[in-house]
């Protein structure tokens, strides 16, 4: 069977298959039994008929039977009419035909043996179908001698014909419609019995797009507990996400305290090599934390993920780096895409444009820009592009490469190197996304982040 | 100038302590949330320095039941988190800016000066007003391009003075920030030094830089030079 992935069609398939089986064979059964009636009944008028002639005819003077100019039927004597009637003698003789079958051969079928009646079907040469009756009778004369006759009558089956086609074309017409209506209804109910299925299935893509954060409660019984497990698995799924990022907080906090008090301790010793040399590892375990703690904790792609509205946060970080370059006082022009919400972590987000944002104050001049917009191919999970400019010195060509390069080289890295966009680069690919970087028409960098691509 | 630094770790917060006294500046400090909120309310202070991880009450706790307490002075937050989201939560608080531990005592130096500076309404770490001119970072003050030699105690009062020039600043006020709390106050010392640093600004009488004003305090009365 073709693989069929939709309930609701498997149903129906599967019941038109069912009631184009049962209807037909009804079909059948229906239209056989009344086409025996039909059959019986045209036997009996054309025994009726038969009787009729044998008692209209008279044996004539010579002791051959005749029959009346005139018979009580009148159809025998109107051309054409569709009963025939006939009247053979021992050597096949035709000794009278109806009127009605002037002209026209009428083939009554085989002669029945003495004292047998047969039925047969015959064509008329345009073929017209007739059921013909013959009758073998042993005729009794005055003398008392016997002389043998067959009698024969044959009715044309168009009108019976027809009334069969009648019927079957009514059995195909209500049961047609019947069929119909069955699976409208049942299509209808399945709409209704499907739909807390296709409310728990708009649901689950809802949660995955970030639009809501767990199943609602009111499905039927059936659905009920997957809905409850669906909810403890994606409660799970965020808790972990978010006891990863406390851990390693508090770990991370934890341990710069005490390189703080280290270093501070050594920042009242006198300057030397074992000061200098202490200070190099303080700086380095510093970024080895502090980059283990930026990039993104191993969420869940399904269903770690909440749209974020970005324009509030982005208005707390913008207000924050006014007042931190303050003395700068840098213009940060934000065009943002209405409405744009960001599928992810608010951290990793903030990350993402904190970074962006404070390595553009730092470099610029006078001006910082920001343009956020959704990627026109990014659909369902809401891909958006970040770019941050900047009227400062830029970033030469060759010097771009080594800053995007992914996993910060810990043992590589010069100390005070600053870690903001290896920490951008590893934020965007964990969002599927790249950074690039050129030249902005303002003077400066322009840095291109991509997230959520589809 | 007096500051508050709340840090719960000791080492670190001795150390920043000692080292920014001996750069001028008077110093309060807490171990924990609660007392720093206390120092922050009832002492006359001109910045404070909050770590956000504090017991008893957290750093952003602190900030926002100070700003909420109508304290405008500047604020320096020092944190162990530099997440993105911890640095804005801190700024938005009412925080104004943020030094990340582990870090290096010119940095916090640096922006205490810079806060301090900004708090003042001076655009530049230089001040300058008429003919004089004081660089904070360097802690020189020049008259007419040429340098005027100042103890640490006269040095702490023009800067005060300058720092807030047109403003009236009383005697107290002025005591408060020139002494830690245990030193014996006396009110005549002031009007020695101001008495020396008129001397020292202006032998000739000519700039009458810092003007007295009876029974309510003294005024840096030079115009502040325009920048750029």
């Known amino acids: ?454 | 100038m007096r500051l508050l630094v709340i840090e719960d770790d000791e080492t670190v917060r001795e150390s920043l302590c000692r080292q920014l006294a001996a750069a001028g500046f008077g110093i309060e400090q807490a171990a924990d949330g609660k007392e720093g909120l206390y120092f922050g309310r009832e002492y006359p202070i001109d910045l404070a320095i909050v770590d956000l991880g504090l017991p008893e009450m957290s750093g952003l706790e602190v900030i926002r039941e100070l700003r909420a307490k109508g304290k405008a002075y500047p604020i320096l937050i020092l944190t162990a988190r530099d997440r993105w989201e911890d640095k804005v939560d801190g700024l938005d608080a009412g925080a104004d800016d943020y030094v990340v531990k582990p870090f290096h005592y010119e940095e916090v130096s640096a922006r205490v000066n810079a806060l301090l500076r900004r708090s003042g309404g001076w655009a530049t770490s230089i001040l300058s007003a008429g003919p004089v001119s004081l660089d904070t970072t360097r802690q020189e003050l020049k008259v007419n391009d040429a340098e005027v030699e100042l103890t640490s105690y006269e040095y702490r009062i023009i800067e005060h003075l300058m720092m807030r020039a047109g403003e009236v600043i009383s005697k107290s006020d002025l005591t408060d920030r020139l002494y830690d709390q245990d030193f014996e106050r006396d009110s005549n010392v002031i009007e020695v030094f101001i008495g020396r640093l008129r001397k020292k600004i202006d032998p000739d009488n000519t700039i009458k830089p810092i003007e007295t004003l009876r029974g309510r305090g003294y005024r840096f009365a030079l115009e502040r030079n325009q920048t750029e």
């Not at chain 1, 051969?105 to 004292?115: D, F, I, K, L, R």
């Not at chain 1, 780096?321 to 990793?348: C, Q, T, W």
């Open chain 1, 1 to 454: 069977m073709i693989p069929v992935s939709s309930l609701s069609a498997r149903l129906l398939i599967s019941v038109s298959l069912l009631l184009v089986f049962f209807f037909g064979m009804t079909i059948v059964v229906l239209n056989s039994a009344f086409r025996e009636a039909g059959e019986e009944a045209q036997q009996d008028i054309l025994d009726g008929q038969l009787m009729a002639l044998i008692a209209a005819a008279e044996p004539n003077v010579d002791g051959d039977l005749e029959m009346p100019p005139e018979l009580s039927e009148p159809r025998f004597g109107n051309l054409g009419s569709g009963l025939y009637g006939a009247l053979t003698d021992d050597s096949n003789f035709s000794v009278w035909t109806s009127r009605s079958a002037l002209g026209t051969y009428v083939p009554y079928g085989e002669q029945p043996s003495p004292g047998q009646r047969t039925f047969s079907r015959i064509e008329l040469k345009d073929g017209t179908p007739l059921m013909a009756l013959s009758l073998h009778v042993q005729w009794e004369l005055a003398s008392g001698d016997l002389k043998p006759y067959t009698f024969s009558v044959a009715q044309s089956l168009d009108s019976f014909n027809a009334q069969l086609a009648g019927f079957r074309r009514q059995l195909f017409t209500w049961f047609g419609a019947v069929a119909l209506i069955m699976l409208f209804s049942i299509s209808m109910v399945m709409r209704g019995l499907l739909k807390p299925l296709r409310q728990i299935e708009s649901e689950i893509s809802d949660v995955e797009g970030g639009n809501r954060q767990s199943l609602s409660d009111d499905f039927p019984d059936e659905l009920s507990s997957v809905a409850r497990n669906m909810n403890l698995l994606i409660g799970s799924e965020r808790g972990r996400a978010e006891r990863y990022r406390n851990t390693l907080d508090n770990l991370a906090h934890s341990l710069k305290t005490p390189l703080a008090a280290i270093r501070a301790v050594l920042t009242e010793q006198r300057s030397s090599e074992v000061t200098e040399k202490i200070e190099a590892q303080i700086e380095r375990m510093n970024d080895i934390v502090r980059y283990q703690l930026k990039i993104p904790a191993a969420r869940s792609k399904k269903f770690g993920v909440i749209a974020l509205p970005v324009k509030k946060e982005l208005k707390k970080l913008v207000d924050g780096l006014h007042k931190v370059y303050k003395d700068k006082n840098p213009s940060i022009d934000v065009d943002l895409a209405d409405g744009i919400v960001f599928r992810g972590e608010s951290g990793d987000f903030l990350e993402l444009a904190g970074n962006l944002l404070d390595n553009a104050c730092k470099c610029c001049e006078a001006a910082v820009k920001l343009t956020i917009a959704p990627l026109s191919v990014g659909k369902g999970l809401g891909g958006m592009r970040i770019i941050v400019e900047d009227d400062g010195p830029g970033i030469p060509e060759e010097a771009r490469a080594p800053l995007l390069e992914r996993g910060m080289r810990l043992d590589e890295s010069a100390p005070g190197q600053g870690i903001g966009l290896a920490v951008v680069t590893d934020i965007a690919a964990s969002y599927g996304g790249t950074v690039t970087i050129s030249d902005s028409t303002l003077g400066g960098a322009k840095i291109s982040v991509t997230v959520n691509p589809d």
